[in-house]
């Protein structure tokens, strides 16, 4: 089945960066919609942003708009998340996640397979 595994998590100082990374299996990213989401203790999984696989556009939550940039590799089957200038408030399990369709939505309920997520902590 559709498997999603996401890695490059860790401990940053503020204002250091990471690159997250997602590799699908068993399935061509490139026909799905894909989103990076994250969950901070205590709260809801918000989206922090996504990629239309058919015309690569791009959305990104207010939050992180000019820190943080998406991008797959279709030939590798990976999508990557590269963050910088990380704030403490960015603060969270991050996951990635696709779904049918090509479409960009920053909706976590319109997404259908799921990684188990990897943990982002800055602090300094």
């Known amino acids: 089945q559709v498997q999603l595994v996401e890695s490059g998590g860790g401990l940053v100082q503020p204002g250091g960066s990471l690159r997250l990374s997602c590799a699908a299996s068993?399935?061509?990213?490139?026909?799905?919609?894909i989103g990076w989401f994250r969950q901070a203790p205590g709260k809801e999984r918000v989206g922090v942003s996504c990629?239309?696989?058919?015309?690569?556009?791009?959305y990104y939550a207010d939050s992180v708009k000019d820190r943080f940039t998406i991008s797959r590799d279709n030939a590798k089957n990976m999508v990557y998340l590269q963050m910088n200038n990380l704030k403490p408030e960015d603060t969270a399990v991050y996951y990635c996640?696709?779904?049918?369709?090509?479409?960009?939505?920053?909706?976590?309920?319109?997404?259908?397979?799921w990684g188990q997520g990897t943990q982002v902590t800055v602090s300094s």
């Open positions: 068993r399935f061509t990213l490139g026909y799905y919609g």
């Open positions: 996640a696709v779904r049918y369709g090509m479409g960009c939505n920053p909706n976590p309920t319109e997404y259908h397979h």
């Open positions: 990629i239309n696989s058919s015309d690569g556009s791009t």
